[in-house]
């Protein structure tokens, strides 16, 4: 099993920032993984991909409505039991309300990154309130 939990949610006001924070166990074995990614969903809407990074190479990929305002990154160093991966969240605006999801997941390619059913394990979700 892997454990992932996020922080950094909060409110703020349009244009501001906010620092999501993951901490996920690390892969091994059963429990490999090689993708981490930030989702959200907005009430009455449905899960949406933010961003993705590869753990091992480090690329990155974002949604277009992010793209220049978000940036993920991640601390996976080698003595570590954890990989972190953080979103810094920029230029924030009412649409990015929403429960932020961390996720972990095993992917074959790196175009499948937006799909939320290739990953096999999720945080708790922290909430962001972005109001105008």
């Known amino acids: 099993q892997v454990h992932l939990v996020e922080s950094g949610g909060g409110s703020v006001q349009a244009g501001g920032s906010l620092r999501l924070s993951c901490e996920a166990s690390?892969?091994?074995?059963?429990?490999?993984?090689?993708?981490l990614g930030w989702f959200r969903q907005a009430p009455g809407k449905e899960r949406e991909a933010v961003a993705a990074?590869?753990?091992?190479?480090?690329?990155?990929?974002?949604?277009?409505s992010v793209k220049g305002r978000f940036t993920i990154s991640q601390d996976n160093a080698e003595d570590s039991a954890k990989n972190t991966v953080y979103l810094q969240m920029n230029s924030l605006n009412p649409e990015d309300t929403a429960v932020y999801y961390c996720?972990?997941?095993?992917?074959?390619?790196?175009?499948?990154?937006?799909?939320?059913?290739?990953?096999?394990?999720w945080g708790q979700g922290t909430p962001v309130t972005v109001s105008s």
């Open positions: 996720a972990a997941g095993r992917l074959t390619f790196d175009t499948w990154w937006t799909y939320s059913a290739l990953y096999n394990y």
């Open positions: 990074i590869y753990i091992i190479g480090g690329a990155t990929y974002y949604t277009d």
């Open positions: 690390k892969a091994s074995g059963d429990t490999y993984y090689n993708y």
